[in-house]
């Protein structure tokens, strides 16, 4: 069955909008965990803040649309989410693997943003663009925070370890 350009586009945000909740969990879950590493928790607490106006701008893209994200359920987005904070969890350098995590993470909704945005183009949706170009940018503005900061986290880290102090969050 054919589907119209409108339905990719209105499934698109629906699993955009699935991805920045699992983002909030993820990047919660982390948060409250992370002991030793300030600068760490606060920058992800500033993205929690910012991934719930990712949320809401969708949830406003698509009512806009006159679908809810909460008519389309969020499924199937338990991909990195979940498993990230889980998985990690236990080992003894949690902080480098969510940090890798949490990179991987940050450029799947890069992805997913500029993938939107062809679609949002093709049904004519400048002011759902307009929307969607700040959370891009503020996922870009992330990402990049990530990559500067694996060195200064892993020093760190090793200075941690090496001083027999608890050195994974
Ligand atoms: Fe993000």
Redesign the pocket.
Known sequence: MASTIDDLYTTGLANAHALENQ?VQMLSRQAERLENYPELAQRMRE?IE??RR?AARLDEILRARGSAPSALKDVGQSIIGSLAAMTHAAAQDEVLKNSFANYA??HY?IAAYRSLLVLADAVGDAWGMKLLRESLAE?ER?AQWIADHLEPTTRTYMRLAATGQKAGV
Request: negative net charge; charged residues 40%.
């Open positions: 983002a993205h910012e991934s990712h993470f940050e909704e996922e992330m």
